[in-house]
């Protein structure tokens, strides 16, 4: 069965309804925050990802937050920013963004559903696993200039294959 099967009785599910049925599908740990937003845990090859999925109605928008811990060394910092901007460069849809206050790599995504447009769980599900194969295709490239002694060029060299497999 398809995971839009399990959705057919509603063509008017809240977003966050979905992911929420999409976790338990995938057995991952998550938390319905509150009605507009979902916390999750996806365990990756690398780590496991906290992911943060919410809905504003006011904006029509579908925000994913997918975020790991880095805390690089202080003079570490600017190869990191470095090669962040780098992968920012090699994806289509989201971003990566260091969070220095909360020590947190981000990766950020908003699915604009102006209109009355409705994600389906197809999409939901795409959405989440391109943020948990952003993350581990460049997890090792962020490892390598924060604690490896890489140059960002050098570093970006394991990050130049899609990551393949499934969150």
Known sequence: MSLSEDFLSNDDMH???IVETLAEHR???FDRVTDDQIAMAVEGQWRTYSLTLAWSAQDETLRL???FE???PEGK???LLDVLNRCNDMVWTGAFTYWAEQKLMVWRYGLVLAGGQVAGPEQIDRLISSA???AERFYPAFQLVGWGDKT???A???AIAEAYGRA
């Open 132 to 134: 948990v194969m952003a």
């Open 70 to 72: 880095m805390e690089p």
């Open 65 to 67: 937050i997918c975020t």
């Open 156 to 158: 970006m060299k394991v």
């Open 15 to 17: 977003p966050i309804d």
């Open 77 to 79: 910092l600017p190869g």
């Open 27 to 29: 057995e991952w740990e």
């Open 152 to 154: 960002p060029a050098d």
